[in-house]
């Protein structure tokens, strides 16, 4: 499976839930969100070979003060 | 993972409610919960102008939306920061744009820092690389938010999410920061004519749960970072804070939480010259006179410190 984060793409084989592939690319799970195939998906979704799969950041930040 | 709800697939598990939910019952959920906590910490009424402080982020894009759907009279505020570094300020501006245009009837305010006041906040932060940008930032937006919700007679609303009150905690509590603990609140009412209430909404919900709205909801959002963001300490508190969350579910909210009840319990009142008879409200505790030039409530004497700002920025332009 594809898997991408902003600008950076890896390849991951298949039959991992989506929370271990974020661990495997060195990310926080409470950080992102999945994306599988355009649908918003939990992490414990087991992903296949043939999935697209994109990681969203969720953490902004600055001053906190409008985000 | 099912939804408790209807048994659909999930497309989100919120961990600190033991609560997995399909996006349809989450899209129900979210408004409802913005709702009663409107409602609870006595945010607005129905029949108030509320003013969005909208960046393009997720966020406040969010809220915007979520208060027009929810029927109130929300009308939006964008500051264009003239960053052109990366296109972010006409990029953000876009997507507010964007975001306007598919939604009828929504009103929007820019205010050009560099149009109004003749700097941008880059060219003002080249100026004082003393000061760190985003407290720079934060100060010019937050001057212009409360001065545009004044001229429109609103409440204003800021989309900050449970991850930005907890890491700003965190921060505070790090160096006992205790005027800024007894200040911090989901909702600062007006204690001065010249100062406009603030309320922010989304105060209970965490990050990954705004943006998991933005997404469900279509909203094209600013998703890369302002560039003077990067290596910002709030974002540092908050993987911080995503590591505990990580090994105790629900950490971040019960700090939070906490802190509101030790708040109201008057925890933090031994510090400030009241006696532990009666809670102070919000402000309370400050000596706030009006700035010589703006008229705007300020601690300090004289100026501001945005006029204060602004007038060095025009001694250097003579």
């Keep these: 499976m594809r898997i991408t984060y902003r600008d950076k793409a890896w390849e991951l084989p298949g039959g991992m839930t989506a929370g271990d592939a974020i661990k495997k690319v060195g990310l926080d799970p409470e950080a992102v969100l999945v994306v599988r195939n355009g649908e918003l998906v939990t992490d414990d979704v087991i992903l296949s070979d043939e999935d697209e799969v994109k990681l969203i950041a969720v953490v902004s930040g600055g001053d906190g003060e409008v985000s | 993972m099912r939804c408790r709800r209807c048994s659909k697939p999930a497309v989100i598990n919120m961990r600190q409610h033991k609560l997995a939910l399909c996006g349809e019952h989450f899209l129900g959920w979210i408004p409802a919960q913005t709702q009663r906590f409107i409602k609870k910490y006595e945010m607005f009424d129905p029949g108030e102008t509320i003013l969005v402080a909208v960046s393009g982020g997720k966020d406040s894009l969010s809220l915007w939306d979520l208060l027009l759907s929810l029927g ?53 932060a080249r100026e004082r690389p003393e000061q760190k940008t985003c407290s720079l930032c934060g100060l010019v937006k937050r001057y212009i938010m409360n001065e545009t919700a004044l001229e429109e007679g609103a409440v204003l609303a800021t989309g900050h999410n449970l991850d930005d009150e907890a890491a700003v905690l965190l921060q505070n509590v790090l160096h006992w920061q205790t005027g800024y603990l007894l200040r911090q609140a989901p909702v600062l009412p007006s204690t001065h004519p010249r100062l406009a209430q603030k ?120």
């Design chain 2, 72 to 124: 109130y009279e929300a009308r939006g505020l964008y500051i264009d920061l003239g960053i052109s570094e990366e296109g972010y300020s006409s990029s953000s501006l876009a997507k507010v744009d964007r975001f306007v245009e598919k939604r009828e009837g929504a009103r929007l305010k820019v205010v050009d820092v560099k149009e109004v006041y003749g700097k941008s906040i880059p060219q003002l």
């Design chain 2, 199 to 318: 309320a922010k909404p989304f105060f209970r919900f965490y990050e990954r749960e705004t943006a998991a709205y933005a997404i469900l909801r279509g909203i094209d959002y600013i998703y890369e970072e302002c560039p003077f963001a990067t290596g910002a300490t709030t974002i540092f508190y908050k993987e911080l804070l995503n590591r505990l969350e990580g090994r105790s579910r629900g950490a971040k909210l019960q700090f939070y939480l906490s802190f509101l009840r030790a708040r109201e319990k008057g925890f933090f009142l031994r510090m400030l010259p009241f006696g532990p008879e009666r809670i102070p409200s919000v402000n309370e505790g400050l000596e706030l006179g009006e700035c010589e030039r703006c008229g705007q409530p300020t601690t300090a004497p004289g100026l501001c410190a945005f006029c204060r700002l602004w007038k060095v920025a025009e001694a250097e332009v003579g």
